[in-house]
């Protein structure tokens, strides 16, 4: 089995998982062993998951505005979970090739193979999701034709993206492109790097800056 195969299948069980009982607030049931890559990428797709369906939340047009806030608070914070264990991912690659001396000539990839896993466990939600859409019973024949035509591409671009990745391993092991990792510097997340926090300002309904 390829690594890819490997991942999608812990990425359905983890989908299939949360969606038992769809609600955002299911604690996480992790079945694979701390420290190992499985558990790694089972809750890559859990974070994933319960962002997806916070992200279907907060589009309500009706949403108490006060709960949006929390909402919006609260995705911020998966999404710097979601880059977090990317890295811890990076990390497990670059510790398992660590050993590999790449070739004089050997090329970098454009994105580190976390990255690309990244792309790989959301592609899977789609896939659920868009497959949801075409299985409506309440829905009219052009919805489920459109849905349809997109649920192929999306499947077609799962097969290319799984045999991108799984090529991209092997070249690595190989040695013919080596992995070089840039952690990610996102600035609004720390408070010495946001204005908005080290200055101690607020912002005003109209959007003004104004010191807290």
């Not at 694979?32 to 319960?50: A, F, G, M, P, Q």
């Not at 690595?172 to 010495?192: C, F, H, L, T, W």
């Amino acid at each position: 089995m390829s690594f890819t195969q490997q991942a999608n299948q812990i990425f359905n069980q983890a989908i299939r998982d949360y969606h038992l009982k769809d609600y955002i607030d299911t604690p996480i049931n992790n079945p694979y062993e701390r420290e190992t890559i499985e558990y790694s990428l089972y809750l890559k797709c859990w974070i994933d998951t319960v962002q997806w369906h916070l992200e279907d939340i907060i589009r309500d047009p009706h949403i108490n505005p006060k709960e949006a806030l929390g909402l919006k608070r609260r995705i911020d914070r998966s999404n710097q979970d979601r880059t977090d264990l990317v890295e811890e991912i990076d990390t497990y690659f670059r510790k398992l090739y660590a050993d590999v001396t790449p070739a004089d000539d050997a090329r970098l990839n454009t994105e580190s193979p976390a990255w690309a896993i990244d792309r790989f466990s959301i592609l899977a939600l789609k896939i659920y999701h868009m497959q949801e859409q075409v299985d409506r019973k309440d829905a009219e024949p052009e919805h489920t034709a459109r849905c349809q035509a997109k649920l192929d591409v999306l499947l077609e671009q799962q097969t290319d993206l799984s045999t991108a990745i799984d090529q991209l391993l092997e070249d690595i092991e190989a040695g013919r492109k080596y992995m070089k990792v840039y952690r990610q510097m996102k600035m609004y997340n720390d408070p010495s790097t946001n204005p908005i926090l080290y200055k101690g300002q607020r912002t005003t309904d109209n959007g003004q800056q104004t010191k807290g």
